[in-house]
């Protein structure tokens, strides 16, 4: 299976898989931009205020009626990282025409209502609708505020913003309280018709179609393509200073540890299977160091897995501890990568990695979602390399290889959230029934 | 809309296919008792899941000859899932798995424990490893107390969700005496009790062969699924026994109106159980009021429908709103979850639509189009090989055909989604399970 890559406009291009083995299709249009204090904020309202209302579907729920009507499609925007970039993606994923049991166009319904969301907002005085603007701004702000509500994930942002404290990764994809309280319509509005001619656009389309008829279809969407496309970089640091350590306080009942480290390692640098393998070995599966050691032979957590970003080159191990187990649990992770700088793993155990990475990779191929994600991130490193490529390279890898990865992997912050509840039973935790 | 035949292959399998939408599954009942299903797909991927009807409702139970009936530490089924991956020859499950390049995973629900992997190559040796160390049950006092360990952490983990304390708030609100109340993974005293003697007794009760089933899906043959069922399992039947679990039974109604807790959350959230208090015995039955039931669901809170769209447009709902459903033979049940800063509000508009629409009926347009989307939910189902071992999977272990839903769909009439509308959406079987966040405390006690 491949993908082919047409150039709908400036700026704007499509890449198309022609497949017949789904029964869905799946269709994602993608606004990048470099992330940036001013503007992520008002990037991350954009999506929520278009999906308020267009010209032809005024309101939500006569959209999502449409939706319901074109066989249960679905469609999500999202606002999400990469690298030091900022991502919008509205997505589809929808019921191909041959399985209707009618004569209607679903794919063809689909783009209609694609283009209705990104191009023809319901507008009042030549903006968005004030009230649309005011409500969505809650909904934004009590989304970024409910970022509490799950800790696992919280201690991970909030290790990375403190590893990244000076460099733009720092910044959420969804904006700050402050940020979006501060957008007003107008200035909303000049920034999406900012964003509609100065990003760069990617397409991805899996399924049934006839990729130069939708080519034209979105060549005329995107009519002219953009003014100006912006540099897509992320800043990467191989080194680390003086270990730091940040520890908060929070009233829940476990301790969250997460420790970041600067990997040393990108995906352009071309070799990136090699430092895959490396985090496979270490914390990517249950038969990992971290896994079979932290978890299985200590009994000190539930989970403890390490996750790497590629391209920004940093990786944050984290686990889920009793808070009188954290010097305990920081020591053994960072012991576990030592023993592998040291050599101190087996063929056996490389072996299952390279198993594990090379199925991992080659998965990617059922899910057209995972292969949007793939191509993505490969065009932000500029490269083309598909999952089977990728695969097909990890099997030559040698211990050295992988000791010297590993080499290259520095500490750098140390993040824990500290539970300051008592086990249950010691406290008032319990609900109250009425 | 699909046509179904139903015929024999050599290997002895029975094909149920749909040619509507190209789909088909091969069935039969291996000679060891385990029942089998295969699901032919062509994509990268397999799937293999084996799954047996113990979960964590299955607390007190005895089996043929037994007298009396026992009674078992709550998360147990849980535990024992946890405890199978070990094995005495120091060869760790995960480890085995990784050899054939499988990655492998399991889970307890309410009604069932299902231990799966997924793969891109070497299927046949991975279900050897599957049918291999989940049939052979190894347990010690050592390794149990290792597991507690572990598993008090996932517990603890669970304490800080939100998310659990909402659900199990709102299942202890409905339900009085069925053990679905229980959190899954118990609490860190009862899985204190729990040991090795224990553990093999639920072992013998539940994993025998004829209690479990195994669905496995992707570009498979049925005879190389049987030859390896043969060689793990052997030919010879094993003994079939009855097992008997029970609950104690359910009164009508709800428990509690209300269950609210603090915690650290940045909004209220709430989540509304109704409980249907009609199960049909017949699977069938069961299946269609299970149908219709979604059916209501969508056609009364779905973010097309007018209530949804009223509160959000007042401020009093956002977009993390949905509803979802679990049932089996002992207990049913739908939940209305979000977010609020008025959850009470929600909870009293949400009576008055219900009752508005007692008074002037369903409408019949929403009933026609979330047909379609019922059918476009089916359709959609078969693009991911775990899903479509999983949820059949989750069907089989019900009782259910996965390839009856289209014709389930189709018996369904708008006069008898306003009868089932009419005998759970009522005030009595409704319950609310609220977390606030933890300065509303301080507020109120100030």
């Given at each position: 299976?491949?993908?082919?890559?047409l150039?709908?406009?400036?700026?704007?291009?499509?890449?198309?898989?022609e497949?017949d083995?789904?029964?869905?299709?799946?269709?994602?249009?993608?606004?990048l931009?470099p992330?940036r204090?001013?503007t992520?904020?008002?990037?991350?309202?954009?999506p929520?205020v278009?999906s308020?209302?267009?010209?032809?579907?005024?309101t939500?729920?006569l959209?999502n009626k449409?939706?319901d009507?074109?066989?249960s499609?679905s469609?999500?925007?999202?606002?999400m990282r990469?690298?030091?970039n900022q991502?919008?993606?509205?997505?589809a994923?929808?019921?191909?025409n041959?399985?209707?049991?009618d004569?209607?166009?679903?794919?063809?319904?689909?783009i209609?209502?694609?283009d209705?969301?990104?191009?023809?907002?319901?507008?009042?005085?030549?903006?968005?609708?004030?009230e649309?603007?005011e409500s969505?701004?809650r909904n934004?702000?009590?989304?970024i505020?409910?970022?509490?509500?799950?800790?696992?994930y919280?201690?991970?942002a909030r290790?990375?913003?403190?590893?990244?404290?000076g460099?733009?990764?720092r910044?959420?994809a969804?904006g700050?309280?402050e940020?979006?309280?501060?957008i007003?319509p107008?200035?909303?509005?000049a920034?999406?018709k900012?964003?509609?001619?100065?990003s760069?656009?990617?397409?991805f389309?899996?399924?049934?179609?006839d990729?130069?008829?939708?080519?034209?279809?979105?060549?005329?969407?995107?009519?002219?393509g953009?003014?100006?496309?912006?540099e897509l970089?992320?800043?990467v640091?191989r080194?680390a200073?003086e270990?730091r350590?940040?520890?908060?306080d929070?009233?829940?009942?476990?301790?969250?540890?997460?420790?970041?480290f600067?990997?040393?390692?990108?995906?352009?640098?071309g070799n990136?299977?090699?430092f895959a393998?490396?985090?496979?070995?270490?914390?990517?599966?249950p038969t990992?160091?971290?896994?079979t050691?932290?978890r299985?032979?200590?009994?000190?957590?539930?989970y403890?897995?390490?996750?790497?970003?590629?391209?920004k080159g940093?990786?944050?191990?984290a686990?889920?501890?009793e808070?009188?187990?954290f010097?305990?649990?920081?020591d053994e992770?960072i012991?576990q990568?030592?023993?592998?700088?040291?050599?101190?793993?087996?063929?056996g155990?490389?072996e299952s990695?390279k198993?594990?990475?090379?199925?991992?990779?080659?998965a990617h191929?059922?899910?057209?979602?995972a292969?949007?994600?793939w191509?993505?991130?490969?065009?932000?490193?500029?490269l083309?390399?598909?999952p089977?490529?990728a695969?097909?390279k990890?099997a030559?890898?040698t211990?050295?290889q992988?000791?010297?990865?590993?080499?290259k992997v520095?500490l750098d912050t140390v993040?824990?959230l500290r539970?300051?509840?008592?086990?249950?039973?010691?406290?008032?935790?319990e609900?109250?029934?009425? | 809309?699909?046509?179904k035949a139903?015929?024999t292959n050599?290997?002895?399998?029975?094909?149920r296919e749909d040619?509507?939408?190209?789909?088909?599954?091969?069935?039969?009942?291996h000679?060891s008792?385990?029942d089998i299903?295969?699901?032919?797909?062509k994509l990268t991927?397999?799937?293999a899941v084996?799954?047996?009807?113990?979960?964590s409702i299955?607390?007190?139970?005895?089996?043929?000859?037994?007298?009396?009936?026992?009674?078992?530490?709550d998360?147990?089924a849980h535990?024992?899932?946890?405890k199978?991956?070990d094995?005495?020859?120091?060869?760790?499950?995960?480890?085995r798995?990784?050899?054939t390049?499988a990655?492998?995973?399991a889970?307890?629900s309410?009604?069932m424990t299902?231990y799966?992997?997924s793969c891109?190559?070497n299927?046949y040796?991975s279900?050897?490893i599957?049918?291999d160390?989940v049939?052979?049950?190894?347990?010690?006092?050592?390794t149990?107390?290792?597991?507690?360990?572990i598993?008090?952490q996932?517990?603890?983990m669970?304490?800080?969700?939100?998310?659990?304390?909402?659900l199990?708030g709102?299942?202890g609100?409905?339900?009085?005496?069925?053990?679905?109340?229980i959190?899954?993974?118990?609490t860190?005293?009862?899985?204190?009790k729990?040991n090795?003697?224990?553990?093999?007794r639920?072992?013998?009760?539940f994993y025998?062969?004829?209690n479990m089933a195994?669905?496995?899906?992707?570009?498979?043959?049925?005879?190389?699924?049987?030859?390896t069922?043969?060689?793990?399992l052997?030919?010879e039947?094993?003994?079939?026994?009855r097992?008997?679990?029970?609950?104690e039974?359910?009164?009508?109604g709800?428990?509690k109106?209300?269950?609210?807790?603090?915690m650290?959350?940045a909004?209220p959230?709430?989540?509304?159980?109704?409980?249907?208090?009609?199960?049909?015995?017949?699977?069938?039955e069961r299946?269609?009021r299970d149908?219709a039931?979604g059916?209501?669901?969508?056609m009364?809170?779905?973010?097309s429908?007018s209530?949804y769209?009223?509160?959000?447009a007042e401020?009093?709902?956002n977009?993390?709103?949905g509803?979802?459903?679990?049932?089996e033979?002992?207990?049913s049940?739908?939940?209305?979850?979000?977010?609020?800063?008025d959850p009470?509000?929600v909870?009293?508009?949400?009576?008055?639509?219900?009752?508005?629409?007692?008074?002037?009926?369903?409408?019949r347009?929403?009933?026609?189009?979330?047909?379609?989307?019922?059918?476009?939910?089916?359709?959609?189902?078969?693009?991911s090989i775990?899903?479509?071992a999983?949820?059949?999977?989750s069907d089989?272990?019900?009782?259910y055909d996965?390839?009856?839903?289209?014709e389930?769909?189709?018996?369904?009439d708008?006069?008898?989604v306003?009868?089932?509308?009419?005998?759970v959406?009522?005030d009595?079987n409704?319950?609310?399970?609220?977390?606030?966040?933890?300065?509303d405390k301080?507020?109120?006690e100030?």
């Amino acid at each position: 299976m491949s993908i082919t890559k047409l150039e709908v406009a400036r700026g704007v291009t499509l890449n198309v898989m022609e497949t017949d083995k789904f029964k869905t299709n799946y269709l994602s249009v993608n606004f990048l931009v470099p992330l940036r204090e001013e503007t992520a904020s008002l990037n991350s309202l954009i999506p929520r205020v278009l999906s308020r209302g267009s010209e032809k579907y005024p309101t939500l729920e006569l959209f999502n009626k449409r939706l319901d009507y074109l066989y249960s499609a679905s469609f999500s925007e999202s606002v999400m990282r990469r690298g030091e970039n900022q991502m919008i993606e509205f997505a589809a994923q929808f019921v191909d025409n041959v399985y209707a049991f009618d004569d209607t166009d679903i794919t063809g319904g689909v783009i209609e209502m694609l283009d209705q969301l990104i191009f023809h907002p319901l507008t009042k005085e030549g903006r968005f609708v004030s009230e649309y603007v005011e409500s969505e701004k809650r909904n934004l702000i009590d989304s970024i505020k409910a970022q509490i509500n799950n800790k696992r994930y919280y201690a991970i942002a909030r290790c990375g913003e403190e590893m990244c404290r000076g460099e733009n990764y720092r910044f959420s994809a969804e904006g700050t309280v402050e940020g979006v309280s501060a957008i007003t319509p107008e200035s909303l509005w000049a920034q999406y018709k900012h964003l509609l001619k100065n990003s760069r656009v990617e397409i991805f389309f899996s399924g049934r179609c006839d990729p130069e008829k939708l080519r034209g279809i979105f060549a005329y969407m995107f009519a002219g393509g953009m003014d100006s496309i912006p540099e897509l970089k992320t800043e990467v640091i191989r080194t680390a200073g003086e270990v730091r350590e940040v520890i908060e306080d929070q009233p829940v009942a476990q301790g969250k540890l997460s420790v970041g480290f600067r990997t040393g390692h990108v995906l352009s640098d071309g070799n990136y299977h090699i430092f895959a393998l490396f985090n496979e070995l270490y914390g990517g599966s249950p038969t990992s160091k971290l896994f079979t050691n932290v978890r299985e032979r200590l009994s000190l957590c539930y989970y403890c897995s390490s996750r790497p970003e590629a391209l920004k080159g940093v990786m944050i191990v984290a686990s889920g501890i009793e808070v009188d187990k954290f010097e305990q649990t920081r020591d053994e992770i960072i012991a576990q990568l030592e023993g592998i700088k040291a050599g101190n793993f087996t063929d056996g155990e490389l072996e299952s990695a390279k198993n594990a990475l090379i199925n991992g990779y080659r998965a990617h191929n059922d899910s057209p979602a995972a292969l949007d994600g793939w191509y993505l991130s490969r065009m932000l490193a500029g490269l083309s390399d598909s999952p089977d490529d990728a695969a097909a390279k990890v099997a030559g890898v040698t211990r050295e290889q992988i000791i010297e990865a590993a080499g290259k992997v520095v500490l750098d912050t140390v993040y824990f959230l500290r539970g300051t509840l008592l086990p249950e039973g010691e406290d008032d935790a319990e609900g109250t029934e009425e | 809309m699909n046509n179904k035949a139903t015929k024999t292959n050599s290997h002895g399998f029975t094909v149920r296919e749909d040619s509507s939408i190209g789909e088909k599954y091969f069935y039969t009942r291996h000679s060891s008792g385990l029942d089998i299903y295969v699901f032919p797909k062509k994509l990268t991927t397999y799937y293999a899941v084996l799954g047996t009807r113990y979960g964590s409702i299955h607390n007190r139970f005895r089996r043929d000859g037994d007298s009396e009936f026992i009674e078992v530490p709550d998360g147990i089924a849980h535990f024992l899932e946890h405890k199978m991956f070990d094995k005495g020859d120091g060869v760790d499950t995960f480890e085995r798995f990784s050899k054939t390049g499988a990655s492998a995973n399991a889970f307890t629900s309410f009604n069932m424990t299902a231990y799966l992997y997924s793969c891109t190559s070497n299927f046949y040796d991975s279900l050897e490893i599957l049918l291999d160390y989940v049939t052979k049950p190894y347990f010690t006092e050592q390794t149990v107390q290792k597991e507690q360990g572990i598993i008090a952490q996932e517990i603890r983990m669970g304490e800080d969700n939100p998310g659990r304390a909402l659900l199990f708030g709102m299942l202890g609100a409905i339900y009085e005496k069925n053990s679905v109340r229980i959190d899954i993974a118990g609490t860190v005293d009862s899985i204190a009790k729990i040991n090795a003697d224990l553990l093999y007794r639920c072992y013998e009760t539940f994993y025998n062969l004829g209690n479990m089933a195994l669905c496995v899906c992707g570009d498979i043959e049925c005879e190389k699924v049987l030859e390896t069922a043969d060689k793990i399992l052997g030919t010879e039947p094993r003994r079939a026994f009855r097992v008997e679990s029970v609950q104690e039974p359910e009164p009508r109604g709800v428990y509690k109106k209300r269950f609210t807790r603090h915690m650290q959350v940045a909004q209220p959230l709430f989540a509304i159980g109704f409980k249907d208090c009609d199960i049909p015995d017949d699977p069938k039955e069961r299946m269609k009021r299970d149908q219709a039931l979604g059916l209501i669901s969508d056609m009364l809170f779905s973010k097309s429908g007018s209530f949804y769209n009223e509160l959000y447009a007042e401020g009093l709902l956002n977009p993390d709103f949905g509803t979802w459903g679990g049932n089996e033979e002992s207990y049913s049940f739908k939940s209305i979850d979000g977010e609020s800063r008025d959850p009470e509000a929600v909870y009293r508009r949400l009576m008055e639509y219900i009752d508005r629409l007692h008074r002037d009926g369903l409408c019949r347009e929403d009933f026609e189009r979330f047909l379609r989307v019922a059918y476009s939910e089916y359709i959609k189902s078969f693009d991911s090989i775990s899903e479509i071992a999983e949820k059949s999977l989750s069907d089989i272990m019900k009782g259910y055909d996965p390839f009856d839903w289209p014709e389930v769909i189709r018996s369904i009439d708008f006069d008898y989604v306003t009868k089932v509308f009419g005998q759970v959406f009522r005030d009595e079987n409704a319950a609310m399970a609220t977390v606030l966040p933890l300065d509303d405390k301080t507020k109120s006690e100030s």
